[in-house]
């Protein structure tokens, strides 16, 4: 089909309300490809990845979006990362767990934070919210994330299995000064007419249609307008010089420790499996070029 890997954006002509459809497959698959999640944890992560992409698609802005699940439960870490030109990695991290298929979110991550953080591409955090880990499902969490910290009445319907995975958010947006009682009362009945039947969309459906045939299904007495899509695509931020950059911020003594005992350093991502492999003379040039940039940056 081809509106796989991509993000739809659309908008209610006559009702501020917008909404977003996203579709993963050959992204999805590269992204678990070197990992063997349980089906519990390979569908949350895949709902969240999904999730990061529709917040991503909300706003504006140049760097790195993160979603992360923290608790005390199996699952004490989950990961979604989406930049802003919709390229996403994610990760879990997890104990032993035997959760069942009518799991909870509350299941999997125990008490704990749903966490969305914004970095720009220099490194500046620009910011971060959080609210506790509630409801059923990451979707609910999602919610109150959208309810309490952004004060924007948001819905989404997530959906992921080992092939794909997809997504749907409806946002009802601010309204403006010039908006009549009579126009915000109407706005309000369009804002529960449009989740009640959002609420009739099936995951099977949201897997398997084409956004316009989705978008036909469910809102098709109401003028869309429906945008171009954009490419959704796997990309891991990994590099040689990010990890030589945290060799060198490590330490020399401790870098070459390891050297002595295993005759080599080995750095694994964790997001896409790749390994980075330092001998004694790649450490050795590292050390010696920091020092040499610390110098030429001194001031005399």
């Known amino acids: 089909m081809h509106d796989r890997d991509t993000l739809h954006r659309f908008l209610f002509e006559r009702y501020p309300i917008r909404g977003h459809l996203v579709h993963m497959d050959a992204a999805w698959r590269a ?4 990992r063997r999640y349980p089906d519990t944890i390979r ?26 699940l923290q608790g005390d439960g199996p699952v004490h870490l989950l990961l979604a990362q989406c930049t802003s030109s919709l390229g996403v990695r994610g990760l879990a991290r997890y104990r032993d767990l035997n959760i ?10 125990g008490a704990g934070n749903l966490t969305v953080t914004l970095e720009t591409d220099d490194g500046a955090q620009r910011y971060q919210g959080i609210v506790p880990i509630e409801g059923e499902r990451l979707a609910d969490s999602l919610q109150a994330y959208f309810q309490n910290s952004e004060q924007l009445p948001t819905r989404l319907w997530l959906h992921a299995d080992a092939q794909g995975a997809s997504g749907m958010l409806l946002q009802k947006l601010p309204g403006t000064s010039s908006v009549t009682a009579g126009d915000a009362a109407a706005i309000e009945d369009a804002w529960r007419r449009v989740q009640l039947i959002g609420d009739t969309l099936t995951p099977e459906e949201l897997r398997t249609l084409e956004d316009a045939q989705i978008l036909h299904r469910l809102f098709n007495e109401d003028d869309l307008r429906l945008f171009e899509p954009s490419p959704v695509f796997f990309r891991c931020r990994c590099s040689r010089e990010r ?58």
């Open 43 to 68: 569908e949350t992560l895949g709902e969240a990845v999904v999730a990061s992409l529709l917040l991503a698609a909300t706003i504006k802005f140049e760097g790195v979006l993160s979603l992360q």
């Open 100 to 109: 069942p298929d009518d799991f909870k979110i509350r299941d999997l991550i």
């Open 31 to 34: 992204l678990i490809e070197h």
């Open 243 to 300: 990890v030589a950059g945290m060799l060198q911020g490590l330490g020399e003594a401790e870098t070459r420790s390891v050297i002595a005992e295993r005759g080599k350093v080995e750095v694994q991502c964790d997001f896409c499996d790749r390994a980075y492999v330092f001998d004694s003379v790649d450490v050795a040039q590292l050390f010696k070029s920091a020092l040499a940039a610390d110098r030429g940056s001194s001031v005399h």
